[in-house]
């Protein structure tokens, strides 16, 4: 098989499924291992492919997001892990800020018993949190279909009615010289002020978001502790730590 059939065929599988292994691609393609990690370096390096630990996933485009549909069936259990962690850094009676995503969205039950007053621009947070019987205040704005988010500037407006304990914010990319990204502008705008309203400020993510660059900016990594899984890579983890604090919750 010639190289640009391989690479093709490399494609052509990671468009069917999110991740595709190294011996996978050595079984497709009857090549070798060492031609099959070359392969990947190539493309990873013309920026088709993102390499992952034995594999490789496709690199999304700077603007595309996923679904809450389809955030929620990923890396579930090791979201509820970051939540749990996140969660213990609330004190009782205190007034935070979720921020709509499936990783804060995971944080809800552990906070039944701290009578804490929520804000949120989580359309999905909403329901659950009166679920769990949390006094919630729900900011107004344009609502996001595709995350169920509330977003844009009557949200961030909507927002400068508070001052919270500390905020909480799901992102959809975490590097150490892009910072805190996300594909949306104006969901970046509400991102930003919800950070400006506070002084402990928390990131929320799982491993496959470092060292991924979303189009529009939130900040850079010092402006929040980062919260992530021990699947994190440690060189990741080791850049990373360079630039903001890190916790790093054992699986």
């Known amino acids: 098989m010639l190289t640009i059939e391989r690479r093709d065929l490399i494609l052509a599988?990671?468009?069917?499924?999110?991740?595709v292994?190294?011996?996978?691609?050595?079984?497709?393609?009857?090549a070798s291992e060492s031609t099959i990690r070359r392969d990947l370096t190539e493309l990873e390096n013309d920026q088709y492919i993102k390499r992952v630990h034995g594999g490789?996933?496709?690199?999304?485009?700077?603007?595309?997001?996923?679904?809450?549909?389809e955030k929620t069936s990923r890396h579930q259990n090791e979201k509820k892990h970051i939540a749990r962690e996140a969660a213990k850094e609330v004190q009782q009676g205190a007034c935070i800020y979720l921020d709509a995503?499936?990783?804060?969205?995971?944080?809800?039950?552990?906070?039944?018993?701290?009578?804490v007053v929520v804000v949120t621009n989580g359309i999905p947070h909403v329901t659950r949190l009166m679920e769990y019987g949390i006094s919630t205040y729900v900011i107004g704005g344009r609502?996001?279909?595709?995350?169920?988010?509330?977003?844009?500037?009557r949200a961030a407006e909507a927002l400068q009615a508070y001052r919270f304990d500390c905020a909480f914010l799901g992102m959809n990319g975490v590097d150490p010289f892009q910072g805190y990204t996300t594909p949306?502008?104006?969901?970046?705008?509400?991102?930003?002020?919800?950070?400006?309203l506070t002084a402990r400020r928390f990131v929320l993510a799982d491993h496959s978001k470092v060292g991924e660059a979303s189009f529009a900016s939130?900040?850079?990594?010092?402006?929040?502790?980062?919260?992530?899984?021990?699947?994190l890579d440690p060189e990741k983890k080791e850049a990373l730590m360079q630039k903001t604090e890190v916790k790093v919750v054992q699986l």
């Open 56 to 69: 490789a996933s496709l690199r999304k485009k700077r603007s595309e997001e996923l679904t809450v549909a």
């Open 101 to 115: 995503g499936t990783t804060t969205f995971e944080m809800i039950p552990f906070l039944q018993d701290k009578q």
């Open 13 to 19: 599988l990671l468009n069917k499924q999110d991740v």
């Open 21 to 30: 292994s190294v011996q996978e691609l050595v079984k497709e393609t009857s």
């Open 143 to 153: 609502t996001k279909a595709g995350t169920a988010a509330l977003v844009g500037p």
């Open 218 to 231: 939130v900040g850079h990594l010092n402006e929040a502790t980062f919260v992530t899984s021990s699947l």
């Open 184 to 196: 949306d502008p104006d969901e970046a705008f509400v991102k930003k002020t919800a950070l400006s």
